[in-house]
């Protein structure tokens, strides 16, 4: 009775998966008529429109912090290496 039960439930469970799945194919069948060059460039437009663009004074000071910052992490890594290079020859040399 208890397995009659558990397999009924299963069956069941199953199903709704299935239905579910057959109901997404669907609807992605339905929403993929094929590529349309106009609808791409009027969606992009308004996916551009939602941006906050930076205003020209962060672009500037953004602009600036990041080479700053690589060029002190070129001046690092140069640093090291360079530090390294001394002690292999000085051990090896």
């Known amino acids: 009775m208890v397995d009659e039960c558990l397999s009924h439930e299963r069956s069941q469970h199953l199903d709704g998966r299935e239905t579910v799945a057959k109901k997404d194919e669907a609807a992605l069948q339905e929403a993929k008529p094929g590529f349309n060059p106009s609808d ?40 090291v290496d360079n530090f390294f290079a001394w002690v292999a020859q000085q051990v090896f040399g």
Do not use: C, G, H, N
């Open 40 to 79: 791409f460039f009027k969606e992009t437009k308004e996916e551009l429109d939602k941006v906050v663009w930076p205003s020209r004074q962060q672009l500037i000071s953004e602009s600036i912090a990041v080479m700053l910052m690589v060029t002190l992490s070129a001046t690092l890594i140069y640093l």
